[in-house]
C-alpha cells in the first residue's frame, strides 16, 4: 500500500527513530520532530543514535533518499496529514508519571493540526488519558480531527523486525480515527486488531508490560527462596521445567530498562485514580526493586570488604544485544554498591554502552574483560550479553585476588569447584557444597 501524504513523528528516541525507519523503508515520507539537536544531526547524517542489529544500514538508505527528514520542531508543510507521538512518559521518584513531554508534545501539535488531520498516540499513557488530557486539548481548537491510541510493543533489539510481525492494537475515539489507523499500520503489518475504545488500547500496552515484570518478579521470588534455605533455582527450574509443559517460570535476573520499571506504576496510578488498586501487579514490582539490596546484603556476609569491584554489562539488558542504559538497574547497584563499600575502586565493562552512558556512573570504564578481573575482589555479572556467556571464568578468575567472589544475577554459567562462582538463587547453594 502506497501513501500521498507524510506522516509526522515527534520524539525521535528509540521508538520513534525505529516506527520512522519503519515507515520510510515502506516507501512513506517520513518527518521526525526531536529537541535534542545532537540527535537531529546524527539521525540526518544517517547515524543510529542507539545499537540495534541491522537498524544502521536501513536508516542510511531512508535518509539517503530523502525519505526520512529530521527537525528540532513541526515543518510548515500540508504534506502531513498523520502526527505521531512517541515521546517519553518517564514515572517521578514518587512513581507518578511526568507528562510533561506529553503536554509539550500537544500544545506544539495544536498550533499545526489542520481540520482532518490525525493524532496517534504511542507513547505509554495512563489509562484515561488519550481523552482526558489529549482529546480534551485537541477540542479546544474546534476543528475536526481524527484521535487514536495505538501502543508499541516491540522488544528492543528486535523493533525493526517486530514492527512488521506483531499485530498493531488500535484504540480510536471513533470509526474514522480507528479506520485510518489501520490503514496506515496495514503499510507495515499484516494484522491490526481494533479496541472498543482508547482506554482498552491503553490498558493493553501497561498489562504487557505488567505482566512480564509480574512473570519475572515471581521467579526472583522463587530465587530468594532457594537462596533463604539451601536450594538451587536452577535445579528447581531445570526440573520441573523438563518434559512438562504446565509449568513456564522465567530464569530469574534484574529486571530494569525504560519499559518494565515504570510501566507497572503507570498501571498502578491510573487503576488506582478509577478506584481500584492493582495489588498483585504492584507486588511483582515492589520483589524487583528490593532484589539487588538483598543480593548486596548476601554478598557482604562474604565478601565483607572488597577493594576492587568489577561490573560487567552495564545496559538494562544484554539479549537481544543493546547499550541503552536508560531505567538499567546497574544505576541501583552502583548507589547500593558505593553506599556498603565507599572506598572501593569501581570498574565497569559493556562493548556497546556509550561513553556519554557510563560516564554517568561513578565507576572507571575499562575495554576489555581481563583488565575487569585483573585483582579484583568482586567481579558482578549485571546482565547476560552475549559477550558474558563465553568466558572462561575458571582462567579469568585466577586474574583475581585471593578469595575473590564472582556474582552472576543472570546464572549464565554451571559451579566451578575451584571458583568462587555464585549467583542469584544459588549463592547459598554453591557456598555449602
Same mark, same amino acid.
Given at each position: ?104 508534545? =500537544? ?12 493524532? &496517534? ?103 530468594? &527462596? ?152 568482586? =567481579? ?54
Amino acid at each position: 500500500m502506497s501513501r500521498e501524504k507524510a506522516i509526522c513523528i515527534i520524539g525521535m528516541g528509540y521508538v520513534g527513530a525505529t516506527l520512522a525507519v519503519g515507515f520510510a523503508s515502506k516507501g512513506v515520507r517520513v518527518y521526525g520532530v526531536e529537541k535534542q539537536q545532537l540527535i537531529v544531526q546524527k539521525l540526518n547524517s544517517g547515524e543510529a543514535t542507539f545499537y540495534e542489529e541491522g537498524f544502521d544500514k536501513i536508516l542510511s538508505d531512508v535518509t539517503a533518499k530523502k525519505l526520512l527528514t529530521c527537525h528540532n520542531e513541526i515543518p510548515k508543510t500540508d504534506e502531513i496529514d498523520t502526527y505521531i507521538i512517541t515521546v517519553g512518559t518517564p514515572v517521578c521518584e514518587n512513581n507518578k508519571v511526568n507528562e510533561s513531554y506529553l503536554l509539550s508534545a =500537544v500544545d506544539e501539535l495544536k498550533n499545526n493540526l489542520k481540520p482532518g488531520d490525525a493524532v &496517534i498516540l504511542r507513547s505509554t499513557l495512563k489509562l484515561g488519558a488519550t481523552e482526558k488530557i489529549v482529546k480534551t486539548e485537541l477540542d479546544k481548537l474546534n476543528i475536526p480531527y481524527k484521535l487514536s491510541f495505538c501502543p508499541e510493543r516491540t522488544v528492543e533489539g528486535k523493533s525493526i523486525e517486530e514492527l512488521t510481525t506483531i499485530p498493531q492494537i488500535i484504540g480510536g475515539v471513533d470509526e474514522k480515527s480507528n479506520q485510518h489507523s489501520k490503514e496506515l499500520f496495514s503499510i507495515m503489518v499484516d494484522k491490526c486488531i481494533i479496541v472498543s475504545s482508547p482506554k482498552e488500547a491503553e490498558l493493553c500496552k501497561l498489562i504487557c508490560n505488567t505482566q512480564r515484570d509480574l512473570y519475572f518478579g515471581f521467579a526472583n521470588e522463587v530465587a530468594s &527462596i532457594c537462596d533463604n534455605i539451601g536450594a538451587s533455582v536452577s535445579n528447581v527450574i531445570n526440573a520441573i521445567s523438563e518434559n512438562y509443559s504446565r509449568v513456564n517460570i522465567a530464569r530469574p535476573g534484574l529486571v530494569g530498562g525504560p519499559c518494565l520499571t515504570k510501566d507497572t506504576h503507570i498501571l498502578v496510578q491510573g487503576s488506582k485514580e478509577m478506584g481500584y488498586t492493582p495489588e498483585i501487579s504492584l507486588q511483582g514490582r515492589i520483589t524487583n526493586e528490593k532484589l539487588i539490596n538483598e543480593c548486596i546484603n548476601q554478598i557482604e556476609r562474604i565478601m565483607p570488604s572488597p577493594k576492587k569491584i568489577s561490573v560487567l554489562g552495564l545496559a538494562f539488558k544484554g539479549s537481544p544485544p543493546t547499550g541503552d542504559m536508560r531505567g538499567s538497574t546497574v544505576y541501583d547497584l552502583m548507589n547500593l554498591l558505593k553506599q556498603k563499600w565507599k572506598n572501593a575502586e569501581y570498574f565497569g565493562y559493556d562493548s556497546l554502552a556509550t561513553d556519554e552512558d557510563v560516564a554517568t556512573l561513578p565507576l572507571t570504564r575499562v575495554n576489555d574483560i581481563e583488565t575487569a578481573f585483573a585483582s579484583a575482589d568482586l =567481579v558482578i555479572f549485571h546482565n547476560n550479553h552475549p559477550d558474558l556467556q563465553k568466558l572462561d571464568i575458571k582462567e579469568l578468575s585466577g586474574k583475581m585476588n585471593f578469595g575473590g567472589i564472582v556474582y552472576d544475577f543472570c546464572n549464565m554459567y554451571n559451579t566451578i569447584d575451584s571458583v568462587n562462582y555464585c549467583g542469584l538463587g544459588n549463592m547459598n547453594y554453591l557456598k555449602e557444597r
